[in-house]
């Protein structure tokens, strides 16, 4: 199963090189999408637009949604792979990896790292909040009643009813 982001999409929109195998990036891919993008918009939706993505059946509005997705989890796998790649688990535990002519960096700049890909990753999350949210009517599932463990879905319920009681603001007594 393909979580929205290729290796192609990962190599091109993220500081990973080419030179970096995807194979040490790709075990991230699904945290990502589990952590972030499911409390966000919902194990209901996110299920319906992982199998459409898959099945290759987005509705255009779909695909641009799928758009707004990507650098999402491709810049919180990033950051989640700073870690995994800098320390790898080994059969003999953690391990710090150096090279000839090159040497690893210590914690404070492998953190340094994560931080700094998360906040690109939480960036790309609020512009993606902010789409869903204007864009809702869409988005059938996303406003599914099943979908109810969205923290956006709450947000978006919010809205509604203060959307709904506006007509009460210009009230005037006399």
């Known amino acids: ?9 990962i190599k091109n929109e993220t500081p990973i090189t080419k030179n970096v195998d995807v194979q040490n990036v790709a075990p991230w891919i699904k945290p990502a999408c589990e952590t972030r993008i499911v409390p966000l918009i919902g194990r209901y939706f996110y299920s319906d637009l992982l199998t459409k993505y898959n099945n290759q059946s987005l509705s255009s509005d779909e695909l641009e949604l799928v758009k707004q997705l990507q650098p999402c989890i491709a810049w919180r ?16 535990g953690l391990q710090k990896l ?5 040497d690893g960096v ?52 919010i809205e509604d009813v203060n959307d709904n009681s506006a ?7 006399l």
Do not use: H, W
Request: no cysteine.
């Open 1 to 9: 199963m393909i979580y929205f982001v290729t290796e192609n999409y």
């Open 77 to 92: 796998a990033a950051s989640m792979a700073v870690y995994g790649t800098s320390r790898p688990l080994k059969n003999i």
């Open 167 to 173: 007509m009460n603001d210009s009230i005037m007594f």
């Open 106 to 157: 210590d914690l404070n700049e492998v953190t340094f790292g994560m931080e700094q890909y998360d906040k690109i990753g939480s960036d790309y999350q609020k512009t993606l909040s902010d789409y869903l949210l204007k864009n809702k009517a869409l988005f059938s599932k996303f406003t599914d009643p099943q979908n109810s463990d969205s923290s956006l879905y709450k947000k978006s319920s």
């Open 98 to 102: 150096n090279a000839e002519n090159s």
